[in-house]
């Protein structure tokens, strides 16, 4: 038995690796390094497989989110409602083109923004919501549309983290995350469940005037070349990156199929266990398990528990250590410790475990073993 690893991407490269060597020597051979045939071919293809209109690739994750910001139109001063708890990206993009972050509270069983707090949250000067589906799992897209449509808000889904789950809408109506909202957002970065050799993004939408403008923005503003009608940026999906993700598309139903088998695993192991708590899984979404993420009982201490758990050989992550209103860098929004107090425990809370798409049933067990033995000792 080899190292554990939280992500095992070289495995899955080796499963793999007739096909993607071939598509990479293929653009290598063709020179067309910069919006290639394949770049087309893998925006197509996600259309299809997302059953969305336009895709947009960009340059990664953090772009997509700030090409849709500037797509939207929001100016300076505008409000944006977004979950307390989330990684960093969703936030920044936010406070970079001027606009206000409004932090919302999640709700403590699926992690995701809590509709409750969301409508408490909105006054005259909101503009926008940006759900992100976190871990995998999809938010409450159904009740967030309709807070949008009463208040007059756009929706960019952050889907970075749950590209192929499905939220299923109350009149039965299913749809791919990312494709609900105005605009979905993603990330092809290595270890997300499609990721490629770098970084890589993308923009969905289903709207023709909002998908001319994304690709505006995203190529320095101009349709035609040399021609510049709005600022834009330069964020470009390369072709090599593109040829890989054409590759790994057609898996990407089986990846989260994969993930899904050793999140079953987790929980059947972990289940009635009093001092954690398995992951929530809605009703309305299905799973597709970017992380495993457990909520640690108040009495164990996470940090020493985590670095028990690496010493008996099992790596485990913590996403994420602290809420964004308590960031250094988001202070001058003046929140304080205690304003997100859900947010704010399950940074101290959480914990993720060793999930992807080649994990080996041998492994898996000697890390359920070692869990819980390790857990019954920091306890005892
Ligand atoms: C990864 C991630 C991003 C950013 O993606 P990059 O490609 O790294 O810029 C944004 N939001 C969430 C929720 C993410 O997990």
Do not use: W
Request: aromatic share 8%; charged share 25%; glycine share 6%.
């Amino acid at each position: 038995m080899g190292k554990i690893q939280m992500v095992d991407l070289k495995s899955q490269y080796l499963r793999l690796k007739p096909e993607i060597d071939k598509a990479i020597e293929d653009v290598i051979m063709s020179t067309a390094f910069i919006n290639g045939q394949p770049v087309k071919d893998f925006a197509r293809n996600l259309e299809e497989y997302l059953d969305c209109k336009y895709v947009i690739p960009c340059g990664n994750g953090t772009d997509a989110l700030q090409i849709a910001m500037m797509a939207l139109g929001f100016a300076p001063g505008d409000e944006i409602l977004v979950p307390a708890f989330t990684y960093v990206a969703t936030v920044e993009v936010i406070a970079l083109l001027g606009l206000k972050p409004v932090f919302v509270e999640v709700d403590p069983n699926t992690f995701n923004i809590d509709t409750k707090d969301l409508k408490k949250k909105i006054t005259p000067k909101s503009a926008g919501i940006v759900p992100v589906h976190l871990y995998g799992q999809c938010a409450d897209m159904e009740p967030i549309m309709q807070i949008a449509a009463e208040n007059d808000l756009r929706v960019i889904e952050d889907t970075a983290q749950a590209l192929g789950a499905e939220y299923t809408f109350s009149d039965g109506t299913v749809k791919k995350a990312g494709t609900i909202g105005d605009i979905g957002t993603t990330s092809f970065f290595p270890s997300k469940n499609l990721g490629c050799f770098g970084d890589g993004g993308a923009i969905m939408t289903n709207h023709s005037e909002l998908a001319d403008l994304l690709k505006m923005i995203a190529n320095h503003g101009q349709k035609v070349k040399y021609h510049h009608d709005t600022i834009g940026v330069n964020s470009r999906l390369d072709s090599i990156q593109a040829a890989v993700l054409d590759v790994k598309l057609k898996e990407l139903d089986d990846f989260a199929r994969s993930r899904r088998q050793v999140a079953d695993n987790y929980d059947k192991a972990f289940q009635g266990n009093k001092l954690i708590s398995i992951p929530h899984r809605s009703e309305n979404s299905t799973h597709v398990f970017h992380q495993y993420t457990l909520i640690l009982d108040k009495s164990i201490n996470r940090d020493k528990f985590k670095e028990e758990l690496h010493k008996n050989g099992v790596p485990s992550m913590v996403y994420y250590p602290l809420p964004i209103h308590l960031q250094k860098a988001y202070e001058n929004y003046g929140f304080n410790k205690g304003d997100f107090p859900v947010s704010e425990e399950l940074c101290d809370r959480v914990i993720s475990l060793p999930i992807h798409t080649e994990m080996k049933e041998e492994d898996q067990t000697f890390i359920i073993k070692t869990f819980l033995t390790t857990l019954t000792d920091h306890v005892r």
